[in-house]
Every structure is written in structure tokens, then in C-alpha cells.
């Protein structure tokens, strides 16, 4: 008979060994790789849909989301509502998007980070176990 101890450390060997036989990409960098088998992070499943931006007037610069808690504009930019119109699977770079632009839903996080659909399921609810996205 195996004592509790035993038990962990065999417990802990298995859960290597599912670990290792999850899909994994060669081309993935540590941030995506960490992304995937974070599992403290919360997925949500939810619709895409445009959030204001703020931009600057000549187009000069690279649109910036502006977050509920930024009350102020950067200098010399504008708030436009909708201006944030796609966002990017963090692995595939696929484009979720309002139709007929992009996928029209997908796996999101506090941080707004963004996963497609197939990405997801591919890569991410296995490692979740029964828990899944919610």
C-alpha cells in the first residue's frame, strides 16, 4: 500500500505526462506558450463587438483602446465609439471582428487578450480539464 506522499508525487507524474502529450507549436513564443497553459487564467466565452479608441487626428498614430479607467485622452488624440474595430487571436493572429469582418466571437480574458474559437478548443480546454471556458 502506497502512502499519501506516494500518492501526490504519482499524481504530480501523470499530470507531467497529460502535459506533454497536449498539442504545443514549435513556432509559439514564451508569451504564447505561457498563455496557453496558464491555468489560473479565466476564459470567457463572448461576442466580439467594437470599443472606443482613441486615435489621433492625422491617422499619424496606431489607435489606442481606451480602457473605462482612462479619463483623460493621450495628447493630441480623439475619442472615437467603436474606433477599436478588430482584435487578434493571440496565437494564430486570426481576426475577430463584427461580421462580416472577422470571427464573430471568441475566448477572452480580463486583459484583453483575445483567442479564436479553434484555438481555444485546440489548444487551451484540454489543458483545463472539466473546468472548460465559461
Known sequence: MRGPRAE???AAVARRVAMARL???DWWTPDQRGLVEDRSVTWRRQPWRARDAWVSPNGAARPYEAFPDSAQPPEGMRLVK???DHDHCQLCWEKLAEPPVGQPEGYTDCAHRWLCTAC???YVAPRLGPRGGE
Open 120 to 122: 481555444f478548443e485546440r
Open 82 to 84: 467603436g474606433g477599436w
Open 8 to 10: 501526490r508525487r504519482l
Open 23 to 25: 498539442p504545443v507549436e
